[in-house]
Nanobody, 115 residues
Framework: QVQVVESGGGLVQPGGSLTLSCVASGTIYSSYGWGWYRQAPGKEREEVATIASGGQTNYLDSVKGRFSIFRRNVKNTVYLEMNNLLPEDTAVYYC?????????WGQGTQVTVSS
């Protein structure tokens, strides 16, 4: 079955950077939609960034200019580069990939921004 795994989270000081990675395995099919979401304690999950197969991107207003979602020429892989991190970016970050009309989610990776 399809498995989605995120990596790259951790503890970083305010103003620091992290790059998250997401890989979907267990399928011969390619993803055609990708997204990063996050959920902070006591808050609902929110959409952070998405990228479509044509390259169109969309960002949460609070991360525009600081975060970048991108893909490389690697099947079913997506990244989220996060710069100038703020304490309010602290959350569990989840990846979603759309494969053959179904959405697959990872277990999440913790990002903590603190001095």
């Amino acid at each position: 079955q399809v498995q989605v795994v995120e990596s790259g989270g951790g503890l970083v000081q305010p103003g620091g950077s992290l790059t998250l990675s997401c890989v979907a395995s267990g399928t011969i099919y390619s993803s055609y939609g990708w997204g990063w979401y996050r959920q902070a304690p006591g808050k609902e999950r929110e959409e952070v960034a998405t990228i479509a197969s044509g390259g169109q991107t969309n960002y949460l207003d609070s991360v525009k200019g600081r975060f970048s979602i991108f893909r490389r020429n690697v099947k079913n892989t997506v990244y989220l580069e996060m710069n100038n991190l703020l304490p309010e970016d602290t959350a569990v970050y989840y990846c979603k990939q759309i494969i053959r009309g179904a959405a697959y989610w990872g277990q999440g990776t913790q990002v903590t921004v603190s001095s």
